[in-house]
């Protein structure tokens, strides 16, 4: 049978366009032994990918992401046809790998299957690791998340509100900032866009940052780094300010040396050792109504490219998905 | 008796000048029980002077510092008149101070006295904390050093080499670059004023970077962030491209991330807890010739501001101090 993949057929100048995408049909071939036919239920989009289209990313090839797919033939006796399974397979509408790479997925039926594309998912354990093993939290210290209005800022502060801290957010819409403030419940929250950062920032941090969860880079970096408290930590999740090459340069650095801050890079992979506690965490949290959460899904397999070209103009409330099936 | 003190007179604009600072003479009143009076011996200068020239450092009073002194009056028993102490009273030539607020110094008499302000004293403790304890060094990393030629750089670089690291210094003449190849041994030196820094660093280190020990900032850390191998870490222990406000922005702090790279401000004082392993250590590798210094030493009290000076346009080879008395 035909089926589809999103390919990248030529590399971005700036902010990413409709063109530098193209969908290509392509022969499936059937499962072999310990082989699973899986067939694409929900695709992620992510920023960490808009580096990607200038490295790692073949052209011409499938684009590299994550989803939860369903399996619609197994050859493997370890998995059964209808299982829900995590795969890292990319933009495929339906493929066929090795049982062994994909892992089974046993939704609590109390919560809706999208969450565990997110705050149940690599961005919520992004934040929970970043926040709480990189950041290394105390319970009631200040807390500042940049893009706190996106799939992982978002989570990042309401585990700090969890963890009794004092949570700033910086967002770019007064849209997220509301929700931010009414439906997350942090405690202050700046529209970057509309505000002097700076001066906003200090105003909102009176007893300085202990924490700043960073998205951003540039001048959000900055403006933080004056307000950083000693032995702060800055545990650097993106930096979302570059990705598409307009990068402002980071002029304060030298505020890290008398105020001993520590600063340091991670991805979600560094937490897989933390996988059960955040699993068990974040589900009472989800369902006792502790972590909320926006989600943005656009439907149809071929609006991926779009959806993901939107999360670089904040097109996105929470984390953008793109629902492939029901 | 009159004494002279060194005052700032106005806060510099750019690199300091003579006018900024002036010799005052003042009394200097007999001590009282519990005090003893001191001789400055040798006054340390040294690069993080200059951000205190805009910020902590009073106006017309004794210049922030520290140095080596000998005790010419006691009115403490536990303090002989004689002996040699350690004190942080500043550009004084002669001073009156409580006895607990000097520490007394046992040199070794194999040893020239004016290590103890460098290889033996705060900088060579900054190396050797900054390198091992933030730095994380592990026998047989890759390594580079900024200001490699200069005082904290020098002993950071030749520690490394006693772990059996493969070490890159940087530095800004080439009398310091033979210098670090022929006296210091280490493995490979760079002039980033005669060469083009980000190429010649990469050719420098084929093998990554697992530590770099950041004293510059700007076009030196961003060409070092590239370069930095997974888990890398960069003990921030200066930013000297900053100090006289012609900072250069970086760029390049989105490498951090997916390098995992850790990065982490540190001043000396954070390491009194090491003092007594560093004493022992670092006394054997300088009797046993494995840690070999340079120093700049300018004669006269009356020198000090013009040594300071010097400091920012590299006057010095290695560690700059003033002899007050012998």
């Known amino acids: 049978m035909q089926t589809r993949q999103i390919h990248l057929v030529r590399r971005p100048n700036g902010v990413p366009v409709a063109k530098d995408f193209e969908i290509v049909s392509s022969d499936l071939a059937e499962p072999r032994p310990g082989e699973i036919e899986v067939e694409a239920v929900l695709l992620s989009v992510d920023p960490y990918m808009r580096p990607r289209l200038n490295a790692d990313q073949a052209l011409n090839e499938a684009m590299l992401g994550t989803g939860i797919g369903r399996v619609v033939s197994s050859r493997d006796p370890a998995i059964q046809k209808g299982a829900l399974v995590r795969h890292g397979a990319g933009m495929r509408e339906r493929f066929v790998v090795?049982?062994?790479?994909?892992?089974?997925?046993?939704?609590?039926?109390?919560?809706?299957?999208?969450?565990?594309?997110?705050?149940?998912?690599?961005?919520?354990?992004?934040?929970?690791?970043?926040?709480?093993?990189?950041?290394?939290?105390?319970?009631?210290?200040?807390?500042?998340?940049?893009?706190?209005?996106?799939?992982?800022?978002?989570?990042?502060?309401?585990?700090?509100?969890?963890?009794?801290?004092?949570?700033?957010?910086?967002?770019?819409?007064?849209?997220?900032?509301?929700?931010?403030?009414?439906?997350?419940?942090?405690?202050?929250?700046?529209?970057?866009?509309?505000?002097?950062?700076?001066?906003?920032?200090?105003?909102?941090?009176?007893?300085?940052?202990?924490?700043?969860?960073?998205?951003?880079?540039?001048?959000?970096?900055?403006?933080?780094?004056?307000?950083?408290?000693?032995?702060?930590?800055?545990?650097?999740?993106g930096m979302i300010s570059?990705?598409?090459?307009?990068?402002?340069?980071?002029?304060?650095?030298?505020?890290?040396?008398?105020?001993?801050?520590?600063?340091?890079?991670?991805?979600?992979t560094d937490f897989a050792g933390l996988n059960d506690r955040f699993t068990h965490d974040m589900t009472e949290w989800l369902k006792a109504g502790r972590i909320k959460y926006q989600e943005t899904i656009v439907d149809g397999f071929e609006s991926a490219p779009e959806a993901l070209i939107g999360l670089f103009s904040g097109s996105n409330a929470g984390k953008m998905l793109v629902r492939v099936s029901d």
């Open 98 to 237: 090795p049982a062994g790479v994909v892992r089974i997925l046993h939704p609590d039926p109390a919560l809706p299957l999208s969450v565990y594309m997110h705050a149940l998912g690599g961005t919520g354990l992004t934040a929970y690791g970043g926040l709480l093993e990189i950041g290394a939290l105390k319970d009631g210290e200040q807390v500042v998340v940049s893009t706190a209005g996106g799939a992982v800022g978002s989570v990042a502060a309401q585990i700090a509100k969890i963890r009794g801290c004092h949570v700033v957010g910086i967002t770019g819409s007064d849209a997220k900032l509301s929700w931010l403030l009414d439906e997350a419940g942090i405690d202050a929250a700046i529209n970057y866009k509309t505000s002097d950062l700076p001066a906003a920032l200090a105003a909102a941090t009176p007893k300085g940052i202990d924490v700043y969860f960073e998205n951003v880079g540039g001048a959000h970096l900055d403006a933080a780094l004056k307000l950083m408290n000693v032995n702060g930590r800055i545990p650097l999740c």
């Open 242 to 268: 570059t990705y598409n090459g307009a990068g402002e340069g980071v002029n304060n650095l030298f505020e890290m040396i008398y105020r001993r801050v520590r600063m340091q890079g991670f991805v979600s």
